[in-house]
């Protein structure tokens, strides 16, 4: 029997509502939600809702620090149940960061087992370990049961949470923090509490004091792994200032000296948020992949601290160009940014400078220091009236006595017999009978005249604000000398250097192992290389429509220029260009050489040489080949020429005589000091023509003679003498070559 189908109820209404307005508005739902109450600390407690709701947790535990450790996963579990209904693994992550000595730079936590390590590995599992707070969550929460801080209802509402802690630590800044939302990120590095509190102290003399010249107390991030922060003292003031920058951290090291002149250098830090063994991975992967060609071997050594040995390929190499070569491509080197995004006031989200952010923290202190003060003052107004009523008590013990046994309703009696106020008359009846010793009055007495005391000091800090920042500034300077310079904890970890100026190319070399490789550039200008010197090239297969074009050796370190039409030098380096088996790249992936222009010559660079450089039009100077080398993409102008005109030839200048010829296939031979020597130009006329322009030139030796190869290969020389009819002055029109000159009209003479 089949089953009989019941049709659908139909909904009592439908409304239709644009897709568009639906998205948004449960993105923004979404967002708002992950910007407040997930990834963006308060600028005042420098806390997340997670960690907030962890220290108070364990507040609720007594898990003070010096008492009993309790197992992280009751902690996990009340603070999951009470105040964080989110996964019990992200609590205790949270935990677990706070409890790291390595991440957290004033941990909150004081941990017990295995929290894990600067290698990355995980810590053992909550009902493993144990944890209660350390001094500085101490800090952090004191006046939290005086009425310091706001609190609303938990997510269910059966009980309270903070909104925000009462913050006597700058924990913000001291130990940072970093966090994605929607649509905006924090990054917050860890700083010096000590310096913090002094830059604070300032702040609090002169309010309108601004980043910079806070600057004067934090030099900048104090990270728990240490290292050495190696930026421009202007660009970390610059970060301070707009709130957004970065750092450049390096790990710290020392050469240790072996045998016989041998050294290593040894890693004592590294730079924060890098896993140690991930690091050492990268190096080991770069040596397989032969890009680390100064260094050897390398080696972890840690026990409690790090030490990462790195042995030299030989102990000839330069060992800070070898940890330079590191530098630039390992995790050795990070760039740690900073990105002052906090929730001010605990609802909107901007980013701030370092003034504004310790100006939160000392409005908070402030706001915190008037709630416990009028907390306390009603306090100590409510015990004074108690103590009122204790004394009228103790002055008509007998008559009390008589009214509360022989009355019925004692409590209006006592109000109407001695004028008291129902509070006292509730603590009279309250009383325990050993309280009614003859010594009593006086000490209620005693309790009442220090409390007056008390209120009257209260009374004055509440009335002047100058009395506030007073108290403040006292606080302030506890935290300061809690974790002073001279304390463990407070000592600074960091420290500043300029990063060592290293000649650039001499870094670029330490980075390719030199090896002997041919170049191959085929007809339509695409570049390869190939290992090895080859001489026979035969072989070589060419895209279709493509033949080879010209070859040559040279080696990996190699940095090559290509003179183009367009007049300009452009610089590849060997080592960038692709080898294998294939076809390899068109040289315009690697310039930015224009669509017109074309290559006129490739050749290595060595330095020092001279060329001679001529157009069409047959104009042309020699050069300095270190006048040649650009470092960008876009090349260095040298032959000044403008469409149609086109560089045409280069020659190396090899002696005292040049020989042009052109397109007309007239040659000309005159002096080399006739031709100028400059840096950039058009240059002066080296031959004239009716028609056609210049096809090629050489320099030559007088003494030796002029030599030039046929189309076949074959070399062919004359004499100066032989020469005499085609000698002239420059700009000459010259006369047809001597018999055997190629029809090409060409010398057939290369750059070496």
């Not at 609190?151 to 001291?174: I, M, T």
């Not at 003052?377 to 015990?383: C, D, L, S």
């Not at 280069?650 to 002096?671: H, Q, S, W, Y």
């Amino acid at each position: 029997m089949g089953k009989r189908i019941v049709p659908p109820e139909e909904p009592a209404e439908i409304h239709d509502v644009p897709l568009r307005e639906a998205l948004e508005e449960r993105y923004l739902a979404y967002a708002l939600s992950t910007i407040m109450h997930r990834a963006l600390p308060d600028a005042r407690d420098g806390l997340k809702p997670v960690h907030r709701r962890i220290l108070y947790g364990m507040r609720l535990l007594r898990l003070d620090p010096g008492t009993a450790f309790k197992k992280s996963a009751k902690i996990v579990g009340d603070v999951m149940g009470s105040f964080h209904p989110h996964g019990d693994q992200a609590i205790y992550d949270a935990m677990v960061r706070l409890a790291q000595d390595f991440s957290s730079r004033y941990p909150l936590v004081d941990g017990q087992g295995n929290f894990g390590n600067i290698d990355g590995d995980n810590p053992a599992a909550y009902r493993y370990t144990e944890a209660r707070m350390t001094d500085v969550a101490r800090l952090l929460l004191e006046g939290i049961d005086e009425d310091g801080v706001e609190f609303r209802a938990n997510y269910d509402g059966q009980s309270k949470e903070p909104v925000v802690l009462p913050g006597g630590f700058p924990n913000l800044l001291a130990n940072g923090a970093q966090g994605i939302a929607v649509g905006m990120a924090t990054s917050i590095p860890p700083h010096n509490a000590a310096e913090l509190c002094d830059a604070a102290l300032h702040l609090i003399e002169k309010p309108d004091a601004k980043s910079r010249a806070l600057l004067k107390w934090v030099k900048g991030p104090d990270f728990p792994t240490g290292g050495i922060i190696v930026d421009s003292k202007q660009a970390i003031a610059e970060a301070y200032t707009t709130g957004r920058g970065s750092f450049r951290v390096r790990a710290r090291w020392e050469q240790e000296e072996g045998a016989r002149g041998s050294w290593v250098v040894v890693v004592t830090e590294i730079p924060f948020l890098v896993q140690k063994s991930r690091l050492i991975e990268k190096v080991a992967e770069l040596l397989d992949q032969k890009k680390l060609p100064l260094v050897g071997d390398i080696r972890d050594e840690s026990a409690e601290d790090v030490r990462i040995v790195i042995e030299p390929k030989s102990k000839n190499v330069d060992p800070a160009l070898m940890m330079e070569s590191l530098f630039r491509l390992t995790e050795l080197e990070s760039k740690i940014p900073l990105n002052l995004n906090v929730l001010i006031k605990g609802k909107v989200p901007k980013v701030v400078g370092l003034a504004e952010c310790l100006r939160e923290w000392l409005d908070h202190l402030r706001d915190v220091l008037i709630r416990r003060s009028n907390y306390r003052k009603a306090q100590i107004e409510h015990r004074l009236e108690v103590l009122g009523g204790f004394l009228i008590a103790y002055l008509n013990i007998d008559k009390v006595i008589k009214i509360i046994r022989t009355e019925d309703e004692p409590k209006p009696e006592l109000m109407k017999a001695f004028k008291l106020t129902e509070v006292q008359a509730e603590a009279i009846l309250n009383m325990r009978l050993r309280s009614l010793r003859k010594l009593e009055e006086m000490e209620i007495r005693t309790e009442d005249k220090n409390l007056r005391g008390e209120l009257k000091g209260i009374n004055a800090v509440l009335a002047s604000e100058a009395e506030q920042w007073k108290k403040v500034s006292e606080q302030v300077g506890k935290v300061r000398d809690m974790f002073g310079p001279k304390t463990p904890l407070g000592k600074r970890r960091t420290t500043f250097a300029d990063a060592p100026e290293h000649d650039l190319a001499a870094i670029e070399e330490a980075f390719v192992e030199r090896e002997p490789v041919t170049v191959v550039v085929s007809d339509k200008g695409w570049i390869r290389t190939m290992k090895g010197h080859v001489e026979d090239l035969s072989g070589l297969a060419f895209k279709q429509d493509d033949k080879l074009g010209f070859a040559f050796f040279a080696e990996t370190t190699s940095k090559l220029l290509l003179f183009a039409t367009n007049g300009k030098f452009y610089s590849l380096d060997v080592a960038k260009l692709p080898g294998g088996r294939g076809h390899g790249e068109p040289i315009r992936l690697f310039i930015d050489l224009e669509q017109e222009a074309a290559p006129v010559a490739l050749f290595v660079h060595k330095g020092g040489r001279k060329f001679l450089v001529a157009s069409h039009e047959g104009q042309g100077f020699v050069v300095h080949e270190d006048d040649c080398v650009g470092t960008t993409k876009k090349g260095k102008q040298v032959l000044n020429v403008d469409m149609p005109n086109e560089a045409r030839a280069i020659t190396e200048v090899l002696g005292d005589t040049v020989a042009v010829i052109g397109d007309n296939r007239k040659m000309l031979v005159f002096p080399l000091d006739q031709v100028p020597e400059m840096a950039r130009g058009r240059g002066v006329r080296l031959q004239k023509y009716k028609d056609g322009g210049l096809s090629d030139i050489a320099v030559f030796d007088a003494k030796a003679g002029l030599t030039w190869k046929d189309s076949a290969g074959r070399e062919f020389s004359a004499t100066m003498k032989e020469l005499a009819e085609w000698q002239g002055t420059r700009a000459d029109a010259g006369r047809l070559p001597p018999k055997g000159f190629p029809k090409s009209n060409k010398f057939g003479r290369g750059i070496g």
